[in-house]
């Protein structure tokens, strides 16, 4: 798996971008998201149980992270169109603000991360800087879903670019050497 100091790879897919006719799919790269930061999470399955409850986690920090200058994005091994059918029969993924892209086998084996066996995502989350630096990874047991607002915390941290001690939160003071 990639981890911090890496430089995320160039990549091209497809995403579920909404629901409208004519309007469900887009193709993105890793260029779209040059010059801001970007939150890029994976998931294992569409149709599964934990997945949909941090989609939507996700989805309500849209706005956290955008005031951020970030770019949330999120993903599974699953296709568009599994990740649209998936968004039109959920109530709680209809309306969805972000992206949904098709983590498809290259940028999985670029990424690291792909579950040996079974071939589906793990549950990882990257942040990735302006510069396309990797500077925040975490990876979660496919039973245990993620803290998005740990996640805001980190993102906070590491736009201060300063030392920031166990438990920092944004306004508090950071350690000075």
Known sequence: MLTVGDKLPEFKTLACVGLDKGKEFKEVTHKDYAGKWLVLYFYPKDFTFV?????????????????????????????????LAWRNSHADLKGLKHALIHLNPKLGAELGVIRQGDGVALRVTFIVDPEGIIRHVSAYDLSVGRNVKELVRTLDALQTDELCPCNWEKGKETIKV
């Not at 849209?62 to 999120?74: L, P, T």
């Open 51 to 83: 997945c949909p409850t941090e989609i939507v986690e996700f989805d309500k920090a849209v706005k956290d992270f955008a005031d951020r200058d970030a770019v949330v994005v999120g993903g599974s091994t699953d296709n568009e169109f599994s990740h």
